[in-house]
């Protein structure tokens, strides 16, 4: 394996876990998968935060970040 490779599949794994650990952060929006485990009972106070935008832009950086990596990857298995 090469080091451009291998670079890349380093910077994969850490932008999994840390893309997993910003959708583990969101909060449930009621209907989906949380209402099952009990998030349905909580109330919203109406609007999104600030924290709340924020953490959405830095999940969708880090998905096209992320998605980014998957290309690269894509790009240097079909050149070698």
């Avoid at 080091?3 to 929006?29: A, E, Q």
């Avoid at 009621?30 to 909580?42: I, N, T, V, Y």
Wanted: no cysteine; hydrophobic share 55%; proline share 1%.
């Amino acid at each position: 394996m090469t080091w451009p490779l291998m670079t890349l599949s380093i910077i994969l794994i850490v932008v999994d876990i840390i893309l997993s650990l910003f959708v583990l952060l969101h909060k449930g929006r009621g209907g989906g998968m949380s209402d099952l485990f009990g998030g349905g009972m909580s109330t919203s106070m109406g609007g999104t935060s600030v924290a709340e935008r924020n953490l959405d832009r830095l999940t969708i950086i880090v998905g096209l970040l992320w998605l980014a990596t998957i290309i690269g990857l894509l790009v240097l298995y079909r050149a070698g």
